[in-house]
């Protein structure tokens, strides 16, 4: 039977990841990068990207934390810093506005738009594997402690929303032409204000955990 906690921490993480990577807007914008591309060349560097994309956030997954304690960074630390940076990205989302952690900035998109190749760039990275992912990789797994089921569980929850991204940029033109950018706009909207009470809660528990609302009483 699965506990609640597990359970938690998986719809948490997978809310975190579907937001922070944003499936169907990667999917719209791979449509419009790959117009010239047959099919098949669409396909290969769907997969070549989120493979590529998948191993990038598995490794921020197992070794991020590694990483923070031997810089001297707290958990509490990253839980604050964490929840600013993805709650800067839920009120972008929110508000319909495109980020650099979830999309491509114009100098990217017109590098990218040069290259018969958009796999490693932009699709892996930054559009799947983006800072915001990163981040949010980071401070999940953080969270999941030495809990090898929790740990499990947020790891399922980024290869699910890493193989939902595949899935949709095999239809991505057909996607964009279902949606429209309404369609869009709602969905990113929809997962903001969920990525938003995620990050204020990521926030809370950081300030908490530090002593320094304890110590301001």
């Known amino acids: 039977m699965i506990s609640s906690a597990l359970l938690e921490t998986a719809l948490v993480a997978f809310t975190t990841f579907f937001a922070t990577i944003g499936p169907v807007d990667v999917a719209a914008i791979y449509a419009a990068l790959t117009t010239t591309n047959t099919p098949r060349e669409r396909r290969r560097m769907a ?7 998948a ?27 964490g929840g600013i940076l993805l709650l800067l990205i839920g009120i972008k989302l929110v508000f319909a506005e495109p980020t650099g952690s979830t999309s491509t900035t114009e100098d990217e998109n017109r590098e990218a738009s040069a290259k018969d190749d958009v796999s490693v760039f932009p699709l892996a990275t930054p ?43 095999l239809i991505a033109t057909q996607v964009q032409r279902l949606l429209g950018v309404t369609g869009l706009q709602v969905i990113s909207r929809v997962f ?23 110590a301001a009483a």
């Open 55 to 81: 191993a990038i956030m598995l490794a921020f997954l197992v070794f991020g934390n590694g990483v923070l304690t031997y810089m001297g960074i707290s958990l509490s630390a990253l839980r604050t810093a």
């Open 47 to 53: 997969i070549k990207g989120c493979v590529i994309a």
């Open 127 to 169: 559009l799947i594997a983006g800072p915001g992912a990163m981040g949010a990789a980071v401070l999940l797994m953080g969270d999941a402690g030495d809990d090898l089921q929790l740990a499990a569980a947020v790891i399922g929850a980024m290869l699910s929303v890493v193989l939902i991204t595949f899935v949709l940029l």
């Open 192 to 214: 903001g204000v969920l990525l938003t009470a995620l990050a204020v809660q990521f926030v809370f528990d950081g300030l908490k955990g530090s002593g320094l609302l304890s």
